[in-house]
């Protein structure tokens, strides 16, 4: 019998937690004690193999991955290697051999190599900067390039992968003071899209998949004018939040089937709902809901049913039932977690 479990990594609490998601009632409950991982910042999972890494911002900063109990969604620690810069954001390759890690305050990606199990097995190496604040990067689903935000820089460049190391091979500008953050794919990896920290926007790009190259399609507001926001600004080490009156979007994500697209925004602590155009990839603006206080992280279920939000300052995560017709969110649970909720990663097993 198939089972669903969500991973919670909790920042502040320094775990990661784990619940049972059952997708035809919507429900959350807990399965299986935390564990911990101090200043647990991102998580990526490899389902095939049964785990879970996780970044930390530690000191040391580190990349740890969790063996998942396919029965019961308990993890336990299979190996950890130190990361050479704090991270923001973790990913695993399209091919399953490398996790790539983006730090913001170093401006710069990490690479670790995994062994044929998926274990660390190599030091954590440092590639080319992709520029001011790096706050996502992630691998085609060819594999064949690897690409990263640079909030700070406006930017977001493309490597060429060669024997696991990055080469950079473009860049494109987005509108200065805009802050790209994360950035996701379509299944085909036609479409590149990116949401904007500082500006709201979400910018869809078509991909050429022999260079690598991204051309902008569209640009698209994700913050309405009735929330009266102001641009945001970049946050820095130990400098203040943009506050409740400017924009502060966080995480970018896909339901299962492309048809809909979410964001979300802490400030207004609100989600943001896109219908995408099979054919063309372009989005359409659909409506904003409410969510849990500072929605940081948010996750689609494997069926594409449901989606999941976290927030960082509330200690807890919702599901919400999307409507097929419409996308709209329906809340169908909610349950706590631990302190600093940051992100959300879903394993069907």
């Known amino acids: 019998m198939s089972q ?46 049964g785990l879970l890494y996780a970044g930390s911002s530690g000191k040391p900063p580190a990349l740890a991955a969790l ?10 620690t299979a190996g950890t290697v130190e990361l050479a810069d704090n991270t923001a954001y973790i990913s695993r390759d399209a091919d399953g051999a490398t996790i790539r890690s983006a730090s913001y305050h170093q401006d710069i990606v990490n690479s670790v190599a995994l062994d044929a199990d998926g ?18 990067v992630r691998s085609s689903p060819d594999g064949r390039f690897v690409y990263a935000a640079a909030l700070g820089s406006d930017r977001v460049v493309w490597y060429s992968v060669s024997a696991g190391s990055l080469t950079l091979a473009g860049a494109v500008d987005a509108t200065p003071g ?14 590149v899209y990116v949401v904007h920290e500082m500006s709201g926007e979400v ?19 994700s913050v309405p ?52 155009d099979q054919t063309t990839g372009l989005l359409e603006y659909l409506r ?17 049913t449901h989606l999941l939000v976290c927030g960082e300052k509330s200690g807890h995560i919702s599901a919400y039932r999307i409507d097929p017709a419409d996308g709209t969110l329906t809340a169908t649970d909610r349950a706590t977690t631990g302190a600093g909720p940051l992100w959300i990663e879903v394993v069907a097993h």
């Open 4 to 49: 669903t479990h969500v991973y919670v990594g909790c920042a502040t609490a320094g775990t990661v937690d784990v619940l049972a998601f059952d997708p035809q009632a919507g429900t959350l409950t807990p399965a299986a004690h935390s564990v911990e991982v101090d200043a647990v910042r991102s998580l990526a999972a490899d389902a095939e193999r």
């Open 67 to 76: 063996r998942i109990d396919p029965s019961s969604g308990a993890l336990s």
């Open 119 to 136: 274990l660390p097995c190599a030091p954590a190496t440092r590639e080319p900067s992709p520029g001011e604040k790096a706050h996502s």
């Open 178 to 191: 805009s802050g790209p953050r994360h950035l996701i794919f379509n299944a085909d990896g036609s479409r």
């Open 203 to 221: 910018a869809v790009y078509q991909r050429d998949a022999d260079t690598g190259a991204l051309d902008e399609l569209q640009r698209i507001e």
């Open 225 to 276: 004018a009735s929330l009266g926001l102001k641009p945001g600004f970049a946050r820095t080490s130990g400098g203040p939040v943009p506050g409740p009156d400017a924009i502060w979007c966080a995480d970018i994500r896909l339901g299962a089937d492309g048809t809909y697209l979410f964001t979300t925004e802490r400030s207004t602590s609100t989600v943001s709902t896109f219908a995408v």
């Open 288 to 304: 904003t809901t409410d969510t849990e206080q500072q929605p940081r992280g948010a996750a689609v279920d494997a069926t594409g």
